[in-house]
């Protein structure tokens, strides 16, 4: 089974105290920081851009793991590279048959690159994806807004991409699981074939934010 990583999503936390947040994700187990990138545009909400990868860069060591719900990402893959991405997610709906170049340039970039489908779009179309791709997300909720719930016909998508990914000899693909996961239903998302935990609302509404981390990573760990 492939090692599951838990990505907690800053989305969910004190946008005053972001240093001191990823400091604390970090000594509490987190594998990668999520950074939900949003502009208003290709989703209503007005998160962060790339300023704020700068500025929480210096306070973690932990890849940090953008993902940019942005019109054209393309034009913005330069200033997350400077400002220390480590992964760069990027939108099938935005990028269209642009993805896999878009993926190319992110690892241009010295990043690893992935791309994203939301709820509404059909698993196969990240399929032309899956030779270039580092990892590859599904997103469980649409895309805008924390703490909804996870949509249970996105398990059937998760099998389907892990099924695709092995066929096509990339069987240790990272596959990304994003919105509504919790303690109850993270168990579900890894047995069907994802390795990448993204949680925010679980992980900051957490007394103990040390055991749900560790939780997240599945009890057949
Ligand atoms: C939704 C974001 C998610 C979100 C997850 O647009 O991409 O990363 O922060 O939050 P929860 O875990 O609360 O659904
Ligand atoms: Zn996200």
């Given at each position: 089974?492939?090692?599951?990583?838990?990505?907690?999503?800053?989305?969910?936390?004190?946008?005053?105290?972001?240093?001191?947040?990823?400091?604390?994700?970090?000594?509490?187990?987190?594998?990668?920081?999520?950074?939900?990138?949003?502009?208003?545009?290709?989703?209503?909400?007005?998160?962060?851009?790339?300023?704020?990868?700068?500025?929480?860069?210096?306070?973690?060591?932990?890849p940090l793991d953008c993902?940019l719900?942005?019109?054209?990402p393309d034009?913005r893959l330069e200033g997350f590279a400077r400002a220390g991405a480590n992964i760069v997610t990027v939108?099938v709906?935005?990028c269209?048959?642009l993805t896999v170049q878009t993926l190319r340039i992110i690892k241009n970039y010295g990043m690893k690159a992935s791309a994203v489908?939301?709820?509404?779009?059909?698993?196969?179309?990240l399929?032309d994806c899956v030779e270039d791709a580092d990892m590859l997300l599904?997103?469980?909720?649409?895309?805008?807004?924390?703490?909804?719930?996870?949509?249970?016909?996105?398990?059937?998508?998760?099998?389907?991409?892990?099924?695709?990914?092995?066929?096509?000899?990339k069987?240790d693909m990272d596959?990304e699981?994003?919105?509504?996961?919790?303690?109850?239903?993270?168990?579900?998302?890894?047995?069907?074939?994802?390795?990448?935990?993204?949680?925010?609302?679980?992980?900051?509404?957490?007394?103990?934010?040390?055991?749900?981390?560790?939780?997240?990573?599945?009890?057949?760990?």
């Amino acid at each position: 089974m492939l090692k599951v990583k838990v990505a907690p999503s800053i989305l969910a936390g004190d946008f005053a105290r972001m240093g001191e947040t990823v400091r604390k994700l970090e000594q509490c187990g987190a594998d990668y920081i999520h950074c939900d990138v949003m502009d208003g545009n290709f989703v209503p909400t007005i998160t962060f851009g790339n300023q704020m990868i700068e500025h929480i860069r210096p306070y973690t060591s932990l890849p940090l793991d953008c993902h940019l719900m942005v019109m054209r990402p393309d034009t913005r893959l330069e200033g997350f590279a400077r400002a220390g991405a480590n992964i760069v997610t990027v939108h099938v709906e935005e990028c269209r048959s642009l993805t896999v170049q878009t993926l190319r340039i992110i690892k241009n970039y010295g990043m690893k690159a992935s791309a994203v489908i939301n709820p509404n779009t059909p698993v196969e179309s990240l399929y032309d994806c899956v030779e270039d791709a580092d990892m590859l997300l599904l997103m469980s909720v649409h895309p805008g807004w924390g703490g909804q719930r996870f949509l249970p016909e996105t398990l059937q998508k998760i099998e389907k991409l892990r099924a695709f990914c092995i066929k096509s000899g990339k069987p240790d693909m990272d596959i990304e699981v994003d919105g509504g996961i919790t303690e109850e239903n993270v168990d579900a998302v890894i047995e069907a074939g994802a390795n990448v935990i993204v949680a925010g609302s679980t992980v900051f509404r957490s007394q103990d934010m040390k055991w749900t981390i560790s939780r997240l990573h599945g009890s057949a760990k």
